[in-house]
């Protein structure tokens, strides 16, 4: 029998059904166990060097055995359902000062503002109507939005839309806070742990903000029951394939349900204003890697994506994202929640920007997904496939 010995999936598969002779196997088996992607697939791991190589590689074949692997192993799970995640960015006022964001404490150009109750509510509606299932409430750590008040909004959506997901993204909290809003009806939190590397993550914040601390609330996120999302900027300042080697190694021990990851972008009212961009390449070959490694993870194409790209997004989800998540934040606010420079959609209403994410993914042959996402897979004794 005559099998190419092209390196991928096809290759596996095709060795495994073959009838080939004892030594064709084992000389067939010894270039299959060379190919770095059939051994991510098999350990659902990487080593350091591989991901130096495949970081770094110019092997275009490599590149698009690497992108296939992992836009079909989406696939298999999720066929060609990308989920929608309303974003409600609901205040960009924040007590921390991390060096890469826009809305940091010390940008004293950044125009604050924080929605009202009503509004966050009317956003909701507005969502609604438009068949999202998931309602994302993110903003910079703002004191004003208490305990209290955070529990009053989401037990009011809660009551209001009994079949849709809240999801949290508000930062670090203390355990009991996170519980309090868990009681209240929110039942996902996204908090990037922005890198995994204690000394990197001291290059990106200031010295009360600790990895230790970001990592405990992931932590206690899990414990609590939350589906839970981690994830760190692609390119961000001091990062490097060490760093990433242990934001890989992070992912794989905490199990998160879903991985953030898109480029930093400078903003110029930051202390890295003048650092480089992360790149759609390498963001795109991680997309791919994390998709790999944890099959089953819900991977947004982020706006930052879309923003360094004009196509960013959709060769995101043909990389092995599945989760999209447009701004259902009142245009009146979208140019004031700016994280950094030139963020795309701020112009348009919440039809609009769904209208035109429809748009994108149906012409790359996928289509969207309403409701909440809750999908049950019967072949897997995981709860995390519950979307
Ligand atoms: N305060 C919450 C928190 O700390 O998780 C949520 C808001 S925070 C602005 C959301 C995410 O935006 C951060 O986790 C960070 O990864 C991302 N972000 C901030 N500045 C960015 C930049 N310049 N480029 C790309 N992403 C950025
Ligand atoms: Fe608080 Fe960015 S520094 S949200």
């Known amino acids: 029998m005559n099998i190419p010995l092209i390196p991928g999936i096809q290759a596996w598969q095709a060795y495994r059904e073959s009838d080939m002779d004892v030594t064709e ?25 591989q991901l130096e190589e495949l970081l770094k590689t110019e092997d275009t074949g490599l590149l698009e055995e690497l992108r296939e692997a992992a836009c079909e192993t989406a696939k298999q799970i999720y066929g060609t359902g990308i989920y929608l ?19 940091r404490k010390s940008n004293r150009n950044a125009v604050r503002y924080r929605l009202t109750k009503e ?25 004003y939005f208490t ?15 009994p079949d849709c997901a809240i999801t949290l993204s508000l930062g670090e909290k203390t355990k009991e806070s996170y519980q309090r809003y868990f009681n209240a009806g929110a039942d996902r939190y996204l908090l990037r742990h922005e890198t995994a590397d204690t ?21 206690e996120l899990k414990e609590i029951g939350y589906q839970t999302g981690c994830g760190f900027m692609v390119g961000s300042p001091y ?38 961009q992360g790149s759609l390449e390498r963001t795109l070959r ?59 959609c701020t112009g348009e209403e919440a039809a609009e920007c769904r209208d035109c994410l429809r748009r994108r993914i149906e012409g790359i042959g996928y289509r969207i997904e309403t409701g909440r996402g809750d999908k049950k897979f019967s072949n897997s004794k995981d709860t995390k496939n519950m979307f």
Do not use: W
Request: charged share 25%; aromatic share 8%; hydrophobic share 35%.
């Open 147 to 161: 305990d209290e008040r955070i529990c009053d909004i989401v037990s009011e959506i809660r009551i209001c839309y």
């Open 25 to 49: 196997r084992e000389r067939t088996e010894a270039v299959l166990e060379k190919n770095m992607i059939e051994e991510i697939i098999k350990t659902r791991d990487i080593t350091p060097g």
């Open 119 to 143: 509004e966050i509510l009317a956003c909701c509606k507005a969502g609604h109507e438009l068949g999202f299932g998931t309602f994302v409430l993110q903003g910079g750590e703002d004191p």
């Open 239 to 276: 990062q490097t394939v060490g760093t990433i080697y242990r934001d890989i190694q992070f992912i794989r021990e905490l199990k998160p349900h879903m991985v953030g990851i898109g480029p930093f972008i400078p903003h110029g009212d930051t202390p890295f204003a003048d650092r480089e």
């Open 199 to 219: 000394a990197h993550y001291a290059k990106l914040h200031p010295p009360e903000l600790s990895l230790e601390h970001r990592m405990k609330c992931l932590r």
């Open 85 to 103: 995640r309303g974003l409600i960015e609901f205040t960009n006022y924040c007590k921390n000062d991390c060096y890469y964001c826009g809305i």
């Open 286 to 344: 991680l997309l791919s890697l994390i998709r790999l490694i944890d099959p089953y993870v819900l991977l947004p194409a982020t706006t930052a994506l879309g923003t360094i790209h004009p196509q960013g997004r959709e060769r995101g989800i043909l990389a092995g994202a599945n989760v999209v998540m447009p701004n259902l934040s009142p245009v009146s606010v979208r140019e004031k929640y700016m994280l950094y420079n030139n963020k795309i």
